[in-house]
C-alpha cells in the first residue's frame, strides 16, 4: 500500500470530515501518500482526484457536511461505471481506498473488492446509527444532540399552549435517532417502526397522561414508524379521536444532518479514520471499522452490510417508565 484514496459516499453527515483528516493524517504518520476523491463513486469515475497532505484537512474537524462532496452514483452500479473507475484509480496510482458511507457505499466497495481485488476498508458514516458492527455511526451522536436542542425549543411552545406536538425525526427503517432523543428530550411517546405500537394504544397512553395533570405532550415519530401513513395521518386520527388536544406537527427534516460534530463524532472519526489506514496496511481488505464497547474493532464488509443494527430493548423500558 503506497497511496491511498478516501471518499465520502451516499448521504453526509457530521463528523465526515473529522475522518476524512484522520484518514490524511494516518497517511502521513506512516508515510503513504493520499488523495482525496471528489463527490463518492462519482467523482472515481470521472477521475476527480486531488492529492492530499496534513496542510490540506486543516481546520475542518469542526465543520459539518463533507469537503469531498458526496454523492449517489448510478454508474458505479454498472460493470462499465466500475471499470473506468479502476481504470481512473490505476492512472492516479492509487492502491487501495477508504470509503466513509453507509451500506450502500460498503455494497459497492465490496463488488469494486470481487471484481477487481481492490483493497477497500469502510468507515461507517450515516446519521441513522443504522449499521451492523459498530455502536455508532458517524453523526448519530451529533443528530441526537441537534434533535434534543430542536424538542426542548418546540416544548417551551408546547407547554404554553397545551399542544400536542409529533415531532418527526429522521432514522429511515431504524428507531435509533428516535428512541435515544425521545429519552433524552422527555417525550411523552416514541413510535419506532422496531415496535408496533397501535394508534388506539396511542389515543389510550395520551389520554392516560393528561388524566395524570400533564397540559402538554411530545410523541417523537422515526420517519421509518408504520402506524399511521405519515405523521400528518396521525395528527388527522389524534384530532379526530381527542378532540381536547390542539394537535401540531413538526418535521425536522435535513437540520438533522448538519452542523458542527460533538465530540463524540469528533473522537469516533478519528479513531476510525487512523484505524482504516492501519488495516490497509496490515494488508486487510474488505472490513469495516467500528466502535463495540468502545474499543475499535473490525468487521467484514459482508456482515456489516447483511446484519440488522438492533434496537436496545432496555431503552424501550426505560422510555415507559420516565415518560410515565
Ligand atoms: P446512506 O446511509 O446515506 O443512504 P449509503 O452509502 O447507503 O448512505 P447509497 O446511496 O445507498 O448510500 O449508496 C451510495 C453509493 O454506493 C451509490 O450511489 C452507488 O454509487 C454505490 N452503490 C450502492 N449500492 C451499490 C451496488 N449494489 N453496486 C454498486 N454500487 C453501489
Redesign the pocket.
Known amino acids: 500500500i503506497k497511496r491511498v484514496g478516501v471518499l465520502t459516499?451516499?448521504?453526509?453527515?457530521p463528523g465526515m470530515n473529522a475522518a476524512i483528516r484522520a484518514v490524511v493524517r494516518a497517511c502521513a504518520y506512516y508515510n503513504v501518500e493520499c488523495v482525496g476523491i471528489y463527490r463518492?463513486?462519482?467523482g472515481m469515475i470521472e477521475g476527480d482526484f486531488k492529492e492530499m497532505g496534513p496542510r490540506d484537512v486543516k481546520n475542518i474537524i469542526n465543520k459539518g457536511g463533507t469537503i469531498l462532496k458526496s454523492?449517489?452514483?448510478?454508474?458505479?452500479?454498472t460493470a462499465e461505471g466500475?471499470k473506468k473507475a479502476y481504470d481512473n484509480l490505476v492512472a492516479a496510482g492509487i492502491d487501495s481506498f477508504v470509503v466513509i458511507?453507509?451500506?450502500?457505499?460498503?455494497?459497492?466497495a465490496e463488488?469494486?473488492n470481487e471484481e477487481y481485488g481492490f483493497p477497500v476498508i469502510g468507515i461507517p458514516?450515516?446519521i441513522?446509527n443504522?449499521i451492523f458492527g459498530t455502536s455508532h455511526t458517524l453523526g448519530y451522536d451529533t443528530a441526537l444532540n441537534t434533535v434534543i436542542d430542536a424538542i426542548d425549543k418546540i416544548r417551551d411552545t408546547a407547554n404554553s399552549h397545551n399542544r400536542l406536538f409529533f415531532v418527526e425525526v429522521m432514522g429511515?427503517d431504524a428507531g435509533h435517532i428516535a428512541l435515544n432523543a425521545g429519552i433524552g428530550a422527555g417525550a411523552e411517546e416514541i413510535l419506532i417502526p422496531e415496535e408496533d405500537f397501535g394508534l388506539e394504544r396511542l389515543v389510550e397512553s395520551l389520554k392516560r397522561s393528561k388524566d395524570s395533570g400533564k397540559t402538554s405532550s411530545i410523541v417523537v415519530v422515526s420517519e421509518g414508524d408504520k402506524i399511521g401513513k405519515n405523521v400528518f395521518e396521525l395528527k388527522d386520527y389524534i384530532e379526530e379521536n381527542m378532540p381536547e388536544y390542539d394537535v401540531r406537527v413538526s418535521v425536522l427534516g435535513h437540520m438533522q444532518r448538519g452542523g458542527s460534530p460533538s465530540c463524540f463524532d469528533r473522537v469516533l472519526a478519528s479513531r476510525l479514520g487512523v484505524k482504516a489506514v492501519e488495516t490497509l496496511l496490515e494488508g486487510k481488505s474488505n472490513f469495516m471499522v467500528g466502535l463495540y464497547q468502545d474499543k475499535v474493532t473490525l468487521t467484514p464488509l459482508e456482515q456489516a452490510i447483511k446484519g440488522q443494527s438492533e434496537i436496545d430493548m432496555e431503552l424501550v423500558k426505560v422510555s415507559d417508565i420516565v415518560s410515565s
Not at 101 to 108: L, Y
Request: charged share 30%; net charge negative.
Open positions: 459516499s451516499g448521504g453526509d453527515s463518492g463513486y462519482q454523492a449517489r452514483s448510478a454508474d458505479f452500479r466500475r458511507g453507509g451500506d450502500g457505499s460498503f455494497t459497492g463488488i469494486f458514516g450515516t441513522d443504522d429511515r
